[in-house]
C-alpha cells in the first residue's frame, strides 16, 4: 500500500485580491513531507500545485502495469474533498495531460497488442450511489441487487461479456465489454460516464455525487516450453503417438490481472 498526496493550485476565487493567497501548506523538499499549520505529515511521494498528470501516472501507477500484466490486481483510488481535483487526475479529457486512467488503459493496450500470443482487455464499469450500484455500461438493469457472501462471473449478463473476468460481490452479472482501441475505449467511457450522477456545489460545479469503480481486466497467454515436432498425420486416441504428440505441443500458460480505479 503506497499513500501520495497532490495539492492542486489555487483558484481564483481562493485568492483574496487585497491581501493575496493565504497558503497554509508548506511542501517539504524530498517531495515525501508536507507541512499544514507547522505539524508534518509523511507520504510516499507528495506532488506540488506544478505537477501534471503524467507526473503521477510515472511514479504512481507506472509501476503497477508490469505486475497487472503478470496477473496480479492493483487498485488507484483517488481521494479527498469535493473540488480537490480527483476528476482531473484521474479522467482528464485534455489531449497534453490526460488523466491517469487513459494512460494506464493506453500501456495496457499497447503491451497487449504487441505481445506475441493471444491477449484481451476487457472493462466493466459500475457507480454506487445511494446504496445502489448501477452498471454504466448496461442501461436495461437499472440498478444491480448486493447479495453478501455471493459472488459471480463478471460479463455473462445478457448484454453480453465474458466469464473469464474473475467474480464480483454483485450477484447480477455486470457487463464486461472487449477493448480494441483507444479510441474505442474513450467513446464507451464517454458514453458511459454520461450516466453518472453530478451535481453543482459550491466548490464544484459537476461535483460527482456517486462512486464509480472501473476495472480493467487483461487476459494473456503465453508459450512456456515447447518440445519436439507435432506427427503430421492425427493419431489415434489414447496411443503412445497421440501421447507424445500431446506432450510436444508448447505449454502455454494464461494469466488474468485486473486494474481497478476508484
Same mark, same amino acid.
Given at each position: 500500500? /503506497?499513500v501520495?498526496?497532490?495539492v492542486r493550485?489555487?483558484?481564483?476565487?481562493e485568492?483574496?485580491?487585497r491581501?493575496g493567497?493565504?497558503n497554509?501548506?508548506?511542501?517539504? #523538499?524530498?517531495?515525501?513531507? *508536507?507541512?499544514v499549520? &507547522?505539524?508534518? !505529515?509523511?507520504?510516499d /511521494? %507528495?506532488y506540488?500545485?506544478?505537477s501534471?498528470?503524467q +507526473?503521477v501516472?510515472?511514479?504512481?501507477?507506472q509501476?503497477?502495469?508490469?505486475r %497487472?500484466?503478470? &496477473?496480479?490486481? =492493483?487498485?488507484f483510488?483517488c481521494?479527498?474533498?469535493?473540488g480537490?481535483?480527483?476528476?482531473?487526475?484521474?479522467?482528464?479529457?485534455?489531449?497534453k +495531460?490526460? @488523466? $491517469?486512467l487513459?494512460?494506464?488503459?493506453?500501456q495496457?493496450l499497447?503491451?497487449?497488442?504487441?505481445?506475441?500470443?493471444?491477449?484481451e482487455? /476487457? *472493462?466493466?464499469? *459500475?457507480?454506487?450511489y445511494?446504496?445502489?450500484?448501477? +452498471?454504466?455500461?448496461?442501461?436495461?438493469v437499472?440498478?444491480l441487487?448486493?447479495q453478501r457472501g455471493a459472488?459471480?462471473p *463478471? @460479463? #455473462?449478463?445478457s448484454?453480453g461479456?465474458?466469464?473469464?473476468?474473475?467474480?464480483?460481490p454483485?450477484?447480477?452479472?455486470?457487463v464486461?465489454?472487449p477493448?480494441?482501441?483507444?479510441?474505442?475505449f &474513450?467513446?464507451? !467511457?464517454? =458514453?458511459?460516464?454520461?450516466? /453518472? $450522477? %453530478?451535481?453543482?456545489?459550491?466548490?464544484?460545479?459537476?461535483?460527482?455525487?456517486g462512486?464509480?469503480?472501473l476495472t480493467v !481486466?487483461?487476459?494473456?497467454?503465453?508459450?512456456?516450453a515447447?518440445? #519436439?515436432?507435432? =506427427?503430421?498425420?492425427?493419431?489415434?486416441? @489414447?496411443s503412445?503417438s497421440?501421447?507424445?504428440?500431446?506432450?510436444?505441443?508448447p505449454?502455454?500458460?494464461?494469466?488474468?490481472?485486473r486494474?481497478?480505479?476508484v
Amino acid at each position: 500500500l /503506497r499513500v501520495f498526496l497532490r495539492v492542486r493550485p489555487a483558484h481564483v476565487a481562493e485568492i483574496d485580491p487585497r491581501l493575496g493567497l493565504n497558503n497554509i501548506i508548506a511542501l517539504g #523538499g524530498d517531495n515525501t513531507t *508536507v507541512a499544514v499549520s &507547522g505539524k508534518q !505529515y509523511d507520504f510516499d /511521494r %507528495v506532488y506540488g500545485p506544478m505537477s501534471n498528470n503524467q +507526473d503521477v501516472f510515472a511514479t504512481a501507477l507506472q509501476p503497477c502495469i508490469a505486475r %497487472v500484466l503478470q &496477473g496480479y490486481t =492493483a487498485t488507484f483510488m483517488c481521494y479527498g474533498h469535493t473540488g480537490t481535483g480527483k476528476t482531473h487526475t484521474m479522467s482528464s479529457k485534455f489531449a497534453k +495531460d490526460p @488523466g $491517469v486512467l487513459f494512460s494506464a488503459v493506453k500501456q495496457l493496450l499497447s503491451e497487449l497488442l504487441a505481445a506475441s500470443m493471444g491477449s484481451e482487455m /476487457r *472493462v466493466s464499469y *459500475v457507480q454506487l450511489y445511494r446504496d445502489n450500484v448501477q +452498471d454504466l455500461l448496461n442501461e436495461t438493469v437499472p440498478f444491480l441487487k448486493i447479495q453478501r457472501g455471493a459472488t459471480a462471473p *463478471v @460479463g #455473462g449478463g445478457s448484454a453480453g461479456g465474458s466469464a473469464w473476468c474473475d467474480t464480483t460481490p454483485v450477484p447480477d452479472t455486470t457487463v464486461s465489454v472487449p477493448i480494441t482501441s483507444m479510441a474505442h475505449f &474513450g467513446a464507451l !467511457y464517454e =458514453a458511459a460516464d454520461k450516466h /453518472r $450522477v %453530478v451535481a453543482e456545489t459550491k466548490m464544484n460545479k459537476q461535483s460527482s455525487r456517486g462512486h464509480s469503480i472501473l476495472t480493467v !481486466y487483461v487476459r494473456r497467454t503465453a508459450a512456456t516450453a515447447t518440445g #519436439g515436432t507435432t =506427427a503430421q498425420s492425427a493419431p489415434s486416441p @489414447g496411443s503412445p503417438s497421440s501421447r507424445l504428440a500431446a506432450l510436444s505441443q508448447p505449454a502455454q500458460r494464461t494469466t488474468i490481472g485486473r486494474f481497478v480505479f476508484v
